[in-house]
């Protein structure tokens, strides 16, 4: 996988960031899936300003990241062993736990549910500012530090453009979004998120009687978490805690967002360019006919991994074109691109018959 390569916050930034999180303040950090916006996960009012800063309704538990090696009981109670296999397979990296919560953890991590979701992310800088926050005894709550709905962001200035943040002064601000961005006071460097989607989520807090359930497909796959643990994870049930990454809209650009096969491409094109609409193209097999044609366009590698370290940007990038539309080549559909196919097809929610009504007007 693509190794970070922009600059990265030096010792100095991490222990100031490291205070800033213990004094009950907002500190945006790189992890190797996205971005995350943390707080104290121990301090309530710091946890909520994280609701506050992003527009989160306030039902939506937030995950708790560990430095390496944090001790997993002060979080958690009664531990499944397959739990523990996971954690010793998988962590750092990227997977998130469901766990139950200790008692004496603040509610308001988990949104009032009994249980908590616990990750140990592997990005040097997280590392890093992991182990200076309170000696790397702490906890930090952290969502990815995108406003509610959005696009996960998958680097520094991506966090900067959800909050109106100033590029190189951190912690200021632009005039009109001086309220949203009043909360967050800084955003660490760390170049662009090697993984590119969220973690996999695994709810193994009522492994006795449903076995692991699979809340959010990611990186680390089904069957890798099957060849540790000996179950396979089952896709959630109704009773399954709610995972606000599980709501059928989400990671959504403005800009509607649809998806083709690459055999009905061409003919669609022309139809949309017929009626003057301006296309944005996010492909990985397509034709260079094809895209040379379109408004804007980014190829994206036809590796599952390759193709979700470059979504999130593609998406973001075509949304800042004046498209009026982003047009998706279908990825392939096998295991290896669940987590793709998740993300694509919650970005494009809402936008059905956009094509159709495009060519009506
Ligand atoms: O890769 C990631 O997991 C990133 C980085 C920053 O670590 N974080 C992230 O957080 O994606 P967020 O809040 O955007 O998505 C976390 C998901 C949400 O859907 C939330 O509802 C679910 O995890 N979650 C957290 N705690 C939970 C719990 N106790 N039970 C069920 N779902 C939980
Ligand atoms: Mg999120």
């Known amino acids: 996988m693509k190794q970070p390569s922009a600059t990265v916050a030096d010792q100095a930034a991490i222990a100031e960031?490291?205070?800033i999180l213990e004094q009950g303040g907002l500190v945006a950090f790189p992890t190797e899936t996205v971005y995350g916006l943390g707080a104290d996960a121990e301090n309530p009012a710091?946890?909520?300003r994280i609701y506050e800063a992003k527009g989160r309704p306030h039902d939506h538990p937030v995950i708790?990241?560990?430095a390496p090696g944090a001790d997993l009981d002060y979080w958690t109670t009664d531990v499944p062993d397959e739990a523990r296999q996971l954690v010793q397979a998988f962590w750092p990296g990227p997977l998130t736990l469901?766990?139950?919560r200790n008692p004496r953890i603040p509610d308001a991590v988990s949104a009032g549910q009994d249980s908590v979701g616990m990750r140990c992310p592997s990005h040097p800088?997280?590392?890093?500012?992991?182990?200076?926050?309170?000696?790397?005894?702490?906890?930090?709550?952290?969502p990815s530090?995108?406003?509610?709905?959005?696009v996960s962001p998958t680097t520094a200035q991506h966090v900067r453009d959800e909050f109106g943040m100033d590029t190189h002064d951190d912690g200021a601000l632009n005039g009109d979004d001086a309220c949203s961005a009043a909360e967050l006071s800084r955003v660490l460097e760390g170049g662009s998120s090697e993984v590119g989607i969220e973690s996999t989520i695994v709810d193994m807090s009522r492994l006795a009687t449903h076995g692991p359930v699979l809340l959010r497909p990611g990186h680390i796959s089904a069957q890798q978490i099957a060849d540790v643990i000996g179950m396979l994870p089952a896709a959630p049930d109704q009773a399954a805690p709610r995972a606000s990454g599980t709501l059928e809209s989400h990671y959504a650009p403005r800009t509607p967002v649809t998806m083709l096969a690459a055999d009905g491409f061409a003919a669609t094109l022309s139809q949309l360019h017929a009626k003057g609409v301006k296309v944005a193209l996010i492909g990985h097999d397509l034709p260079a006919a094809l895209t040379t044609s379109a408004h804007a366009q980014r190829m994206l590698p036809a590796d599952p991994a390759g193709y979700a370290y470059?979504?999130?940007a593609a998406l973001r990038d075509m949304d800042q074109t004046d498209a009026g539309l982003i047009l998706v080549e279908t990825p392939p559909q096998d295991a290896a691109w669940l987590g793709v196919n998740d993300r694509l097809r919650r970005s494009v929610f809402g936008s059905a018959g956009v094509i159709d009504a495009l060519l009506q007007k």
């Open 17 to 19: 960031a490291a205070a």
């Open 46 to 48: 710091a946890v909520a």
């Open 64 to 66: 708790v990241h560990l």
């Open 98 to 100: 469901i766990l139950k």
């Open 125 to 142: 800088v997280a590392i890093a500012l992991l182990q200076a926050f309170k000696g790397g005894k702490g906890g930090v709550a952290a």
């Open 145 to 150: 530090a995108n406003k509610f709905g959005n």
């Open 310 to 312: 470059g979504l999130y």
